[in-house]
């Protein structure tokens, strides 16, 4: 999908109107009635004609019956974001701005799963406060939990990483933040209501935009059932069954020959009688992908027949107007039946039925939120900290944190002025946006900027005022990467290197040769081949800065100087620039082959740049088991004691928590975040090379002291 600017048009939020409205008599303004009762009374007063008028993303409501239009969708990855269901009001009006946290594959680098609960909750507070005044919706189509399995994907940024473990907890965190709990703790009983719809996408196998002639809207993904089953599917089972998330949709592409959108196997057959997708939950297409089974992906001769098979398989929402353009023709030509949208329209309208979109406002209190819950103190704290503890630290030779003799800085590269960029997409309206440049001056540094080049060019004529700023500065900071516009890494945008665009490395390396200090930073979603600014030696420190968001120069800033410490940790794997020759991205197999060198960390086998999980700190820990783990466990009682415990068997823990003491040895607080890995024989070959079973973050350990940090592994992790 793609994302235009919406302006808001002021108008305060239509709701059904439950006391003297055409439907206060029905059963769906009954607070007491159960929401799939109240959802299916609402249902029956539609017309067919209608119901169909309503399949879309953006509905027209029933004015007959009082039913305002609505909007399904709504766009909050990082912050609420312009979407067709969110509009900005004017600068200096309410409602013309949401906090911009850092983008998830930052944040995520904390390995922080309560940091990811905390940022949703505060966005999901300023989501429904813009929808109290007509601004946005109530659905939001987040989070993005593909994985990061090819560094050249456009749109990794909006990932957690690469790891379908860290990925499922990512989710499972984000989904009962925005949402105010599990999905069966807010049903809309006694008040307990969705705070918002979270919609985990894109199910499933979906990670190439637009690469080499192939494109997302046709591709054929041809994925092994091993590989749907342990890496493809995991996260969006831990989304639908165990966060209980109220929607999850369909992606473009096919799998095994078959549209997504239109898949019995995956949406019924996996999502429904397998995680347990339920009558309160439903599923969207992506935008125009209904559509699309019928062109380009040629799976049907007609796009009635398109809109039949994808109402079949259980994609009740058309992020589209196939269903509204076909629908008719396909009950006409007995391809669907009246009960199959009915039953659609129910779902749909179950999930709204409890975000109490049909009770009174003064027993709502999510109804009460205003433009004083947005970008609160508390929220630009926390935008802050976000970015703070995601920055990882890639090398450093000691010149970090910076000595107070350093005055006069060389600013190098157009991300050293960045704003907008800092957003990552999928963004909105920031109330303010703090690029490094603003960040070193406010921070008392004497600053020369220059360019010294563009993102992606070769032209070399900047170079000159670049080298000149160096020779007269005490230290030479370049801030560059792979983005500072649309024209390397986007939705609809895969890379075709994972080098150093254009001509910045060369340019790195001329300012090195000054002699002076120089830092590089490196920004963007997707890791590019360091491996030559990681041998220089005249180069002395390399940070990996992501999309930081509305702060993220003062973080950048903050952590080069000794403010704050760096503690995050590489969430994808930076490989050597030749990877791209070795794999095509069509290929969606994970262990090596004669084809494929292996993906992620579990099956690369080739050298990376730096490994997965990998970040410096500006201190150091020493780490000792507080009680040594045990030797070898019993299958038979493990699987025993699983089963009694009434949970899914793979969310059973291995053991009680692991416990790690982690003492900082130097001489500066930081955070400290443990990962915990696996390696066996055991199973399929070729087995992972080890994968990641368990992590936690500990806080602020200060120096000379110690910490225990508590790892839980499951019998799925494991």
């Not at 409602?95 to 983008?103: E, K, Q, V």
Request: aromatic content about 10%.
């Amino acid at each position: 999908m793609i994302l235009l600017a919406f302006v808001s048009s002021g108008a305060l939020a239509a709701f059904p109107d439950c006391a003297n409205g055409p439907l206060a008599k029905n059963p769906v303004c009954n607070t007491s009635a159960n929401f799939i009762d109240r959802a299916k009374a609402l249902v029956a007063e539609f017309t067919v004609a209608e119901m169909i008028n309503n399949t879309g993303y953006d509905t027209p409501g029933v004015p007959r019956l009082g039913l305002p239009p609505y909007a399904w969708w709504s766009e909050a990855l990082h912050g609420v974001a312009s979407s067709p269901g969110v509009i900005f009001s004017p600068p200096g009006n309410n409602f013309s701005f949401a906090t911009s946290f850092p983008a998830p594959i930052l944040t995520s680098a904390a390995f922080n799963d309560q940091l990811v609960n905390d940022i949703v909750t505060i966005i999901s507070t300023e989501a429904r406060a813009f929808n109290n005044f007509g601004d946005a919706g109530l659905s939001f189509f987040t989070p993005n939990i593909n994985s990061f399995k090819d560094p050249r994907w456009g749109r990794g940024q909006e990932t957690p990483g690469e790891d379908p473990f860290h990925i499922g907890r990512y989710a499972y965190s984000l989904v009962t933040g925005l949402q105010g709990g599990l999905g069966s703790q807010v049903d809309g009983a006694d008040q307990k209501y969705l705070k918002i719809i979270a919609d985990c996408k894109h199910y499933t196998a979906y990670d190439m935009e637009d690469w080499e002639g192939n494109n997302r809207m046709a591709f054929d993904a041809i994925v092994s059932t091993q590989d749907l089953a342990e890496f493809y599917s995991p996260s969006f089972q831990s989304c639908v069954r165990d966060a209980q998330v109220a929607s999850i949709m369909c992606n473009y592409n096919s799998i095994n020959g078959i549209p997504s959108c239109a898949s019995e196997y995956l949406m019924q057959n996996i999502t429904r009688d397998h995680f347990g997708l339920g009558e309160n939950q439903w599923i969207t297409s992506d935008c125009d992908a209904v559509g699309n089974i019928f062109d380009p992906h040629n799976y049907t001769d007609t796009l009635a027949n398109a809109s039949a098979v994808a109402l079949h398989a259980g994609t009740y929402i058309d992020c589209g107007t196939t269903y509204s353009s076909s629908l008719q023709s396909a009950l006409n030509e007995g391809l669907v039946e009246e009960s199959d949208i009915v039953q659609a329209m129910v779902r749909r309208y179950g999930s709204v039925v409890r975000l109490g979109y049909f009770d009174s406002s003064e027993v709502q209190p999510y109804r009460q939120l205003n433009w004083d819950d947005v970008n609160t103190p508390a929220a630009q704290n926390l935008a802050y900290t976000a970015a703070i503890e995601g920055i990882t630290l890639l090398k450093n030779d000691g010149t970090l944190p910076l000595s107070s003799s350093i005055i006069r800085v060389a600013l190098i590269r157009s991300w050293a002025n960045a704003t907008t960029q800092m957003q990552s997409n999928y963004n909105g309206v920031a109330p303010f946006l703090i690029s490094p440049l603003d960040a070193f001056r406010t921070a008392g540094f004497n600053v020369t900027f220059a360019s010294g080049t563009t993102i992606s060019g070769t032209d070399t004529s900047g170079f000159g005022a670049a080298l000149a700023a160096a020779h007269s500065a005490d230290l030479v900071v370049f801030v560059g990467g792979t983005r500072i516009d649309d024209t390397i890494e986007a939705e609809q945008m895969d890379r075709m290197e994972i080098s150093w665009p254009g001509n910045q490395l060369q340019l790195i390396g001329e300012l090195a040769s000054v002699g002076k200090p120089i830092v590089v930073l490196q920004m963007g979603g997707g890791q590019v081949d360091s491996s030559d600014i990681k041998a220089n030696e005249s180069i002395n420190a390399l940070l990996w800065g992501g999309y930081p968001g509305q702060s993220g120069g003062a973080a950048l800033v903050d952590i080069l100087t000794g403010k704050q410490a760096p503690a995050g940790r590489l969430l994808t794997t930076p490989y050597p620039a030749n990877y791209v020759n070795e794999v095509p991205m069509t290929d969606m197999t994970l262990r090596p082959s004669s084809t494929n060198p292996g993906r992620t960390y579990k099956w690369y086998t080739g050298e990376a740049v730096f490994p997965f999980g990998f970040g410096l700190h500006y201190t150091n820990f020493s780490l000792e088991w507080s009680e040594p783990p045990k030797r070898s466990y019993s299958i038979q009682s493990l699987m025993s004691t699983a089963k009694s415990g009434g949970a899914p068997v793979n969310l059973a823990l291995l053991d009680t928590p692991f416990e790690l003491t982690v003492k900082n040895t130097g001489s500066v607080t930081s955070d400290y975040s443990a990962l915990l890995f696996s390696n066996t024989t055991a199973g399929p070959t070729p087995a992972p090379l080890k994968q990641l079973v368990g992590y936690t973050c500990v806080k602020n350990i200060a120096a000379g002291q110690s910490a225990t940090a508590h790892l839980n592994v499951t019998l799925g992790s494991w």
